[in-house]
């Protein structure tokens, strides 16, 4: 499986924020922004963003005279025992922060050995999940989930993704036609997120923006009750802008 798509910028936010990470551990009696921009050759306002999100996802610690320090979240994934436990709990808990500041139920979604996989979620009660009425697996030709996963495989992946799985018409709005939905992927710009208008379920939309680097395919998608249709555009905006905290989750 060969792939298509180009680093996000989300992508270049966790790559930058993994080089202060690796500046502070390095400096186990703590560093200060002044030695981490001349180690790392951020400017000001670039790493102020940056270390906000590291001390918010609990990557670091400031101490009381100003210096960094690593902080518990990395000191959890840190351990190889209980890793896997770790990093989905890291990741709940970005999740939950990112279903909260966009006002959307959010997913991450893979491309695992030839289908989509839904592997986590946040929603809540002023923020439902979609009801998955059809498989994520058997849909992706209707889903903005599915469509930015198959939007970052070659033409050959996509074409054979769309050979197992029949594009069943699911609402009045689902594209069927595999020419199409190809002609459409092609089109689709990475750093543009891709829209499911009432494509999978009447009643909802959704969003999904690339979370993906290096050979593995992913997406951090949201979605929203039609009623607040309104606000996707927005919010697939603020999604793929605070995107970074999850890339550097799954990079650590």
């Not at 990470?21 to 790392?40: F, N, P």
């Not at 209980?82 to 970005?94: H, I, K, S």
């Not at 930015?148 to 594209?175: P, W, Y």
Request: hydrophobic letters at 40%.
């Amino acid at each position: 499986m060969a792939l298509t798509h180009e680093p996000t910028a989300p992508y270049h936010s966790a790559q930058d924020a993994l080089r202060v990470l690796e500046t502070v551990a390095r400096h186990t009696s703590g560093v200060t922004d002044t030695e981490i921009a001349r180690h790392t050759g951020l400017g000001a306002e670039r790493l102020t963003g940056l270390l906000r999100m590291l001390r918010r996802e609990g990557y670091v610690e400031q101490v009381t005279d100003g210096a960094y320090v690593t902080g518990p979240a990395l000191a959890r994934l840190g351990s190889a025992q209980n890793r896997e436990e770790a990093l989905r709990e890291q990741l709940q808990r970005t999740l939950d922060r990112l279903r909260d500041s966009v006002g959307a139920a959010v997913y991450i979604s893979r491309y695992v050995d030839g289908e989509v996989k839904v592997t986590q979620y946040a929603d809540g009660p002023a923020t439902p999940a979609v009801n998955e009425w059809v498989d994520f697996r058997y849909s992706a030709h209707a889903t903005a989930v599915g469509k930015s996963l198959l939007g970052q495989l070659d033409h050959t992946s996509r074409r054979e993704h769309l050979s197992r799985h029949k594009m069943a018409r699911l609402t009045s709005r689902t594209i069927t036609s595999d020419k199409l939905l190809l002609s459409r992927l092609e089109a689709q710009p990475p750093t543009v997120p891709v829209l499911d208008l009432q494509e999978y379920a009447v009643g909802t939309v959704c969003a999904a923006v690339p979370i993906t680097a290096g050979s593995s395919v992913g997406c951090l998608a949201l979605s929203l009750p039609v009623e607040r249709a309104h606000r996707l555009r927005e919010a697939a905006d603020a999604l793929n802008r605070n995107a970074a905290p999850v890339l550097l989750s799954l990079a650590i």
